[in-house]
């Protein structure tokens, strides 16, 4: 910060006048307006490129301005100071007499023009109530205008004629701006499954000799349950799964029962929620589709209170239309689920717990402009084997001792929102079920028609048109 000293030896009233004659004029949007200070400790608010006098109590000799790039000021006789703006700011001023006592001190403030800007706003918009302040360099703008495109409009005139955009723009529009937010939950869930496995029975009758291995999903079982049995002489029934080969007969005198079981399952599951809303600029609006579970909750005194926890999908959102149109979203959008994982057994009771997947966040954009608030992609692998030891180490002839299993899920989440300033239609909205009758008997038990469409209503005169209006919203 820099300080600058003014010292004016004022003993002489020659030297006052001479003062006085060489003193630099003063700038041409000057008012004068006289301040007589009463206090040695004021504040002062003067204009860019505007001045004002001040007519001290008594004379002074030393004068202090700490930043002069700010505000200036001319001496015009030893009790009267011509102080004057140069650009937005705030400095200090000190004045002091020949016995080094403070005279005068005074905090100024540069601001803009407001007369000026007010003018502006009264010619550029003529009819509207815009009050404008500046405080410190900042420009705040207060008041209330027809439609929300004019508050942006306020905005853009204000920060043209003053070159600056430090502006505050609290204008508020009489008829608020509408919001429609549309949220859509895409996952996408794909699973791999492979297994792979043997289930070999080799019976002798003659000494009674019976062996077998089972590694596949299902074993080989008789009427009896017996795990290995000789199926073509005694009718045993040969139980295997949906996805095996099996094979039965007879080799070099051994009777044998022998069943491949493979099995590979590939499935994709898409489950998609859109839910939308629509509410006013700067108002909070949720939105729920789901259900509630109960919860037993011990009460302190040896008895259970029940609570209930929402789940489904919520959406919670608040929509503020900024300048231009843009849209600033807080949005919190959440999918919960009930699942067995992590469920919890209170006397006797299972409570599910919930999977949930919520995102928040704080976004900036135009009218039907897309984002996405949040991705997921997991991916979970498990492999297993299982096999007899050393027969399944074997090259090749291995693969009849163990047993292989192999699971890939792959799962994908994405969060997409749009929002959309709307405004609404006309008094008549269509419906499913205008133009729609009731069928005849005749007509549905011959026809088989469940409704019969009429035509089509026009909108009449007194209802606002002269067409069907569309359902809804009318988007900008």
Do not use: C, H, W
């Not at 949007?29 to 109590?57: C, I």
């Not at 001190?105 to 803009?112: H, K, S």
């Not at 997409?416 to 239609?425: A, D, G, N, Q």
């Amino acid at each position: 910060m820099n300080l600058v000293t003014f010292f004016r030896d004022i003993a002489l009233g020659t030297a006052l006048a001479g003062l006085a004659a060489v003193a630099m004029p003063v700038p041409t949007a000057a008012q004068r307006t006289v301040v007589r200070a009463a206090s040695p400790d004021t504040s002062l608010e003067v204009g860019v490129g505007k001045g004002t006098f001040v007519t001290l109590p008594r004379s002074i000799t030393d004068l202090f301005v700490v930043t002069p790039g700010i505000a200036d000021v001319e001496v015009r006789s030893a009790r009267e100071l011509f102080i004057y703006g140069i650009q937005g700011g705030e400095t200090s001023f000190y004045a002091t007499d020949a016995a080094g006592e403070t005279v005068y001190e005074a905090t100024v403030r540069v601001t803009r023009n407001i007369d000026q800007i007010r003018e502006m706003m009264r010619l550029a918009m003529p009819g509207l109530d815009i009050e404008v302040q500046t405080v410190g360099g900042v420009t705040f703008l207060n008041g209330t205008v027809p439609s929300p495109e004019e508050v942006g409009e306020v905005e853009r005139l204000v920060t043209a004629f003053t070159g600056s955009q430090n502006i505050i723009n609290r204008v508020k529009a009489a008829t608020p701006q509408q919001v429609s937010l549309r949220v859509r939950f895409v996952e996408i869930n794909r699973n791999l499954t492979k297994n792979l496995g043997v289930n070999l029975q080799l019976l002798n009758e003659e000494d009674g000799f019976i062996f077998g291995l089972t590694r596949g999903r299902e074993a080989v079982t008789g009427p009896a349950g017996d795990p290995f049995v000789n199926t073509p002489d005694t009718g045993g029934q040969f139980e295997i799964g949906g996805n095996s080969l099996y094979g039965i007969g007879d080799l070099f005198g051994l009777d044998f029962n022998v069943a491949v079981d493979a099995l590979a399952q590939d499935g994709l599951a898409t489950v998609l929620a859109e839910p939308n809303l629509t509410a006013i600029s700067g108002t909070r609006a949720t939105f729920t589709a789901g259900g509630e579970f109960p919860i037993a909750v011990s009460n302190g005194l040896g008895g259970v209170n029940v609570q209930f926890k929402e789940y489904g999908v919520m959406l919670d959102f608040v929509p503020t239309v900024m300048a231009d149109n843009r849209i600033r979203l807080q949005v919190e959008p959440t999918v919960s689920e009930l699942t067995d994982a992590g469920a919890v057994v209170l006397d006797g009771i299972s409570i599910p717990a919930l999977s949930t997947r919520t995102v928040t966040t704080t976004v900036e954009l135009g009218s039907g402009q897309s984002f996405v608030l949040g991705g997921l992609i997991r991916n979970n692998t498990n492999s297993a084997v299982e096999k007899t030891p050393l027969l399944g180490d074997l090259p090749v002839l291995g693969a009849l001792f163990r047993s292989q299993s192999f699971r890939r899920a792959e799962t994908e989440l994405m969060v997409i929102v749009t929002p959309y300033l709307v405004k609404p239609v006309n008094e008549r909205i269509a419906t499913p079920l205008d133009g729609l009758r009731a069928p005849s008997e005749a007509e549905n038990y011959f026809l088989g028609d469940v409704g019969a469409p009429t035509e089509e209503v026009p909108v009449s005169a007194k209802d606002g048109g002269t067409t069907p209006a569309r359902p809804g919203f009318s988007i900008d």
